[in-house]
């Protein structure tokens, strides 16, 4: 019974790591774009779109006209999320924005924004599914995503969120299994004083 105790504690303090471990992992990534190119990389056609080419977030000013025949709005968390497409890049690109589409984005010709491959966005496993189910539209397996609007800019909350868990994870593993073998260890024999 006591071994099983261990054994459960043990699986919890790996998990506890694993945990804090893949917060920090979730991290890195948007970290390495905020302090990343505040120049974007011009995307002006799909042949720009090269196979590869963004496999990390990248800040992009993409040059299009957006397609609102396929627009849904996405409501999370109490925020509208609204999702279309750009012509003339199809289904290959879908934008998400925050704000409001009225008629005079109509006319807009340039996107600015971060973009990524569109299976590492949040939630996008609920995306794709509204727009097979509700639009009819299957999206390609190598689509991307751009949030409109999102500049590479360090937050000083994102930062010490980083710092934070990479303290903790170093704490804890000095916590359970370090600190433990310290203190197990034997003690040095005494030495007698000398007659």
């Given at each position: 019974m006591r071994l099983?105790?261990?054994?459960?504690?043990?699986c919890l303090k790996l998990f506890a790591l694993a945990f804090v471990g893949w917060l920090l992992l979730l991290q890195i990534p948007e970290l390495l774009y905020d302090f990343g190119p505040?120049?974007?990389?011009?995307?002006?056609?799909?042949a720009d779109l090269t196979p590869g080419r963004f496999r990390s977030a990248t800040f992009v000013s993409i040059a299009g006209t957006p397609n609102f025949?396929?627009?849904?709005?996405?409501?999370r968390y109490g925020l509208d999320l609204t999702y279309f497409t750009l012509d003339p890049y199809g289904h290959r690109i879908v934008v998400k924005t925050y704000d409001k589409v009225t008629d005079d984005w109509r006319q807009l010709t340039r996107f600015v924004g971060k973009l990524r491959a569109f299976r590492y966005q949040p939630f996008s496993y609920r995306i794709r599914s509204i727009f097979e189910e509700k639009q009819?539209?299957?999206?390609?397996?190598d689509a991307l995503y751009l949030g409109l609007y999102d500049m590479p800019k360090p937050s000083g909350w994102?930062?010490?969120?980083?710092?934070?868990?990479?303290?903790?994870?170093?704490?804890?593993?000095?916590?359970?299994?370090?600190?433990?073998r310290h203190r197990l260890a034997p003690a040095p024999p005494a030495i007698s004083p000398p007659p």
């Open positions: 099983l105790g261990r054994v459960v504690l043990t505040k120049t974007p990389v011009m995307i002006e056609s799909p025949d396929k627009a849904f709005i996405y409501r009819g539209v299957k999206l390609p397996d994102q930062v010490g969120a980083v710092i934070f868990a990479s303290i903790l994870w170093v704490v804890m593993l000095y916590l359970f299994f370090i600190r433990r």
